[in-house]
């Protein structure tokens, strides 16, 4: 016969493998979830573990066993939990002038993560209520939109995530990011997604959450919608950027080389550049060396290229390009990273 301990044990395992999402601390019997509204995502490496499983098994173990089969009770909602952030001010430094300035921005302390949501700021005595994007370096390609009328609000959220593994593999774990009446914000438990080290470049996944609701209040009614795509991206680690500068004859002018993420701030280009040829060097998990090359022209505002963080994640660098000094007769050529 099965001792309570290791049915307690079983159940753990098996609840843990049915649930799709979970929160916290414990909701109250009589709270309005439906009035919580889906605002964005916290991606993470490591699982939300946020099921109050010792709750859930000590009020349910007279009735988890029936004819030598675990039964798993379909209401366990009330005893998912919640990961609630904290509206932190943080100070910030302007690196040209040296002054100072302060902003509020919600944080999940003690959890690493990817943020990436569209929060509401309640108003305070001395400020309007004000509407925020919370986002991180690690989104690129971000794309937002905000539309509010009368009858309706509307949230629009896309992101890619270049994700760099080696021959390791990883999850990556999707959490659901939802905003209370009172602006508090939680996120939930989401589903996880895994993805190889023996993926290729052209390996592309993307989530999309979408939630429509209508909320009712004082009698009047509004619609709410919000949709967030999420795109996991595998790219193999920058090694070298290399920019080369040519005429319009395809004479090259320069070829200076980077590290990646040390690019400049802004790049001026040669006299008589007319196009810049960004070259990317990689190597995949084989060991192989890969080159991949974009070009820009004088319609082109600025350079992107990539730099890989230690946790593996992409980030993506722009490099203005001020083709109006190029062309101006005291500006000098050359560049002291030429090649």
Same mark, same amino acid.
């Given at each position: 016969?099965?001792?309570?301990?290791?049915?307690?044990?079983?159940?753990?395992a098996?609840?843990?493998?049915?649930?799709?999402?979970?929160?916290?601390?414990?909701?109250?019997?009589?709270?309005?979830?439906?009035?919580?509204?889906?605002?964005?995502?916290?991606?993470?490496?490591?699982?939300?573990?946020?099921?109050?499983m010792?709750g859930?098994?000590?009020?349910?173990?007279?009735?988890?066993?029936?004819?030598?089969e675990?039964?798993?009770?379909?209401?366990?909602?009330?005893?998912?939990?919640?990961l609630?952030?904290?509206?932190?001010?943080?100070? *910030?430094?302007?690196?040209?002038?040296?002054?100072?300035f302060?902003?509020?921005?919600?944080?999940?302390?003690?959890v690493?993560?990817?943020?990436?949501?569209?929060?509401?700021?309640?108003?305070?005595?001395?400020? *309007?209520?004000?509407?925020?994007?919370?986002?991180?370096?690690?989104?690129?390609?971000?794309?937002?939109?905000? *539309?509010?009328s009368?009858?309706?609000?509307?949230?629009?959220?896309?992101?890619?995530?270049?994700?760099?593994l080696?021959?390791?593999?990883?999850?990556f774990?999707?959490?659901?990011?939802y905003q209370?009446?009172n602006?508090s914000?939680?996120?939930?438990?989401?589903?996880?997604?895994?993805?190889?080290?023996e993926?290729?470049?052209?390996?592309?996944?993307s989530?999309?959450?979408?939630?429509?609701?209508?909320?009712?209040?004082?009698?009047?009614s509004k619609?709410?919608?919000?949709l967030?795509k999420?795109?996991?991206?595998?790219?193999?680690?920058?090694?070298?950027?290399?920019?080369?500068q040519?005429d319009?004859?395809?004479?090259?002018?320069?070829?200076?080389?980077?590290?990646?993420?040390?690019?400049?701030?802004?790049?001026?280009?040669?006299?008589?550049?007319e196009?810049?040829?960004?070259?990317? *060097?990689?190597?995949?998990?084989?060991?192989?060396?890969?080159?991949?090359?974009?070009?820009?022209?004088k319609?082109?505002?600025?350079?992107?290229t990539?730099?890989?963080?230690d946790?593996?994640?992409?980030?993506?660098?722009?490099?203005?390009?001020d083709?109006?000094?190029?062309?101006?007769?005291?500006h000098?050529?050359?560049?002291?990273?030429s090649?």
């Amino acid at each position: 016969m099965m001792s309570k301990k290791m049915l307690a044990a079983c159940l753990a395992a098996a609840v843990l493998f049915a649930l799709t999402g979970c929160r916290l601390a414990r909701e109250d019997a009589g709270e309005n979830k439906n009035a919580d509204r889906l605002i964005g995502v916290f991606v993470t490496q490591k699982y939300l573990d946020l099921f109050d499983m010792e709750g859930y098994v000590k009020d349910n173990m007279s009735k988890m066993f029936d004819k030598g089969e675990i039964i798993i009770d379909g209401s366990i909602s009330r005893y998912q939990g919640r990961l609630y952030a904290t509206l932190a001010t943080l100070t *910030h430094t302007n690196e040209e002038t040296g002054e100072t300035f302060d902003t509020k921005e919600f944080v999940f302390e003690g959890v690493e993560g990817i943020p990436y949501f569209s929060a509401n700021i309640p108003a305070t005595e001395n400020k *309007h209520d004000i509407t925020t994007t919370g986002s991180d370096e690690a989104i690129s390609d971000g794309k937002s939109g905000l *539309h509010y009328s009368d009858d309706e609000e509307r949230i629009t959220l896309e992101g890619t995530i270049y994700i760099s593994l080696g021959r390791s593999s990883s999850t990556f774990y999707i959490n659901p990011i939802y905003q209370e009446a009172n602006g508090s914000i939680y996120a939930v438990s989401g589903n996880g997604i895994s993805i190889s080290g023996e993926q290729n470049e052209d390996y592309v996944f993307s989530r999309i959450l979408e939630e429509t609701k209508t909320v009712t209040t004082n009698g009047k009614s509004k619609k709410t919608n919000t949709l967030i795509k999420i795109t996991l991206a595998v790219m193999f680690p920058p090694e070298r950027i290399v920019i080369i500068q040519m005429d319009k004859d395809s004479t090259v002018l320069s070829r200076a080389e980077y590290t990646p993420g040390e690019l400049p701030d802004t790049l001026i280009p040669e006299e008589n550049t007319e196009f810049i040829i960004v070259e990317t *060097h990689k190597r995949n998990p084989e060991g192989d060396s890969i080159i991949s090359r974009s070009l820009y022209d004088k319609s082109s505002e600025n350079i992107e290229t990539f730099y890989c963080r230690d946790d593996g994640i992409c980030v993506k660098q722009w490099t203005q390009v001020d083709w109006k000094k190029s062309e101006s007769p005291f500006h000098q050529s050359g560049s002291p990273d030429s090649l």
